[in-house]
């Protein structure tokens, strides 16, 4: 029996420092974006949608992610994204974001990122 405790503290030692050693992330990029209205009230079906520049944006072409739906909490939440800025577009009905908290700050790496738009 000790012979094989041995080796296989080795392979999991081994495992476990490769683990570290790859640059994979174990945790993903992630970002939430709660979309409420003008009164701070979360509003549920609205279509979100995230571009890598202000010129997609402005466009509305070549998302990177999207369109989303809100959930009943307005809520949307993207994963496994680039640790990077986005420009986001949340539109329903004749309301949207436009001219108001477009873009996001820098996603950071492995984390739950979260961001409000409001919506007018």
């Known amino acids: 029996m000790r012979r094989l405790i041995l080796p296989l503290i080795f392979i999991l030692l ?5 683990a ?8 993903p990029t992630r970002l939430r ?3 409420l209205n003008r009164l701070g009230n979360e509003q549920d079906s609205v279509a979100v949608t995230l571009y890598a520049n202000k010129e997609d944006y402005e466009a509305s072409e070549n998302s990177v992610a999207g369109p989303l739906y809100t959930d009943n909490k307005g809520r949307a939440t ?3 994204l680039e640790p990077k800025m986005y420009y986001v577009e949340a539109i329903k009905g004749d309301e949207n974001n436009y001219g108001d908290a477009e ?3 820098e996603l950071v790496k492995g984390k739950l990122n979260k961001v409000n738009i409001v919506i007018r």
Do not use: K
């Not at 081994?14 to 490769?18: L, N």
């Not at 570290?20 to 945790?27: D, H, K, R």
């Open 14 to 18: 081994g495992t476990g420092i490769m």
């Open 20 to 27: 570290f050693t790859t640059n994979e992330q174990i945790f």
């Open 33 to 35: 974006i709660t979309v």
């Open 78 to 80: 993207f994963d496994d």
């Open 103 to 105: 873009r996001t700050n």
